[in-house]
DNA sequence: ATAATTTGACCGGG
DNA sequence: CCCGGTCAAATTAT
């Protein structure tokens, strides 16, 4: 176990002496999302190792539980994002074996988008939602929007996530992640074509990085694709539907999924490649939620962790 | 035709 | 009954 230990360890110092590095030359989103994903990975082995015997439950579903993830490493140290990271309180929860509560983990996130000069980012998390709901909080000026793994009934991932235009600040977005991916398509891949050194390319993930799920539009111009936004969207749709259209392609998503998730990167406007679309560039709709009524900001709640989860990427 | 969104109805806790 | 969350039918985008 010490080994093991020593081994991650030594990747994790490794991986963030790369970053540093990487951080100083000129942005690149690709590389700053690899890195990311890079440390994630390690922060979880790690954590994973370290509470191997801390008890109590098993967690067979849910394995990953915000507990610490972050720990030592905040990656983000791009210009702006902030998360507040809380120290888990609530972890004391449970006394009481009630059954409601529903430990699924959940963690906040901001990010701000900069809508000025063309670019916007993507924030884009690498998964893709569909968006199943949108209400009016009582307090906000912005509603809030409901969105769900796209393959929820295909492969059972409950992901959840929401994303609230902030008060205050309306190029600032919080993203609140509840629950943990558990697509990984057919892990297939490592075994399955292991030497095969095709590109599976499926329509939208391919690149393994994150890619590009959707695109919508913000506030006024903003470039194509996705970011949750203020508009933002995602359905939902029947069983039916999804399953079929699972099953037609048996392969399923990408198996290149994972991305990292959720943390930072966040947009700025750099450069990226964008490989497709453009459609749609300005925003309309977004404002059209504007309503202001009563209206105090009253920042809420924060507790939260930050983090991505992600899940694991196998690569080949 | 199929997939994704939009939206008001519906639900359950407080 | 209020409110956050989810469902699902209608609508729109691909």
Known sequence: MDTIINELTQGMELAMQLKSILSSESYSETKHVLIQQIIS??????????????????????????????????VDESPRSQDVSQPFDDQQEDKVASKKRKA????????????????????????????YGQKD???????????????????????????????????????TYKGQHT????????????????????KQNNHQLPLPPKSEEMLRVSPSFSFPSPIENYQQSHFLNETDYGALE???????????????????????????????????????????????????????QSFPFNNSGYFI
């Not at 990975?41 to 439950?57: C, K």
């Not at 959940?106 to 939602?129: A, M, V």
């Not at 497709?276 to 105090?296: K, Q, R, Y």
């Open 41 to 74: 990975s390690y922060d979880r082995a790690m954590s994973l190792v370290n509470r191997v015997d801390s008890g109590g439950q098993t967690l067979l579903l849910a394995p990953p539980m915000p507990g610490q993830p972050e720990s030592s490493v905040s």
């Open 104 to 131: 699924m983990p959940t963690w906040r996130h901001q990010i701000r988008i900069s809508t000025e000069n063309g670019l916007e980012g993507n924030t884009d998390d690498g998964y893709s939602w569909r968006k």
């Open 137 to 175: 909080i009582l307090g906000s000026k912005f509603p809030r929007s409901y969105y769900r793994c796209t393959y929820r009934y295909v492969h059972h991932c409950m992901a959840r996530k929401q994303v609230q235009r902030t008060n205050e600040d309306p190029t600032v977005f919080e993203i």
């Open 183 to 202: 697509c990984n398509p057919t892990a297939t891949p490592p075994v399955a074509l292991p030497q095969s050194p095709e590109k599976p390319e499926t």
């Open 250 to 304: 048996g392969y399923s998503p990408s198996f290149i999924s994972p991305a990292a998730s959720g943390t930072n990167y966040f947009i700025e406007g750099g450069s990226y490649f964008q490989q497709h679309d453009e459609s749609n560039l300005l925003g309309i709709t977004a404002t059209s939620s504007m309503n202001s009524p009563l209206g105090f900001p009253a920042d809420p709640q924060d507790l939260s």
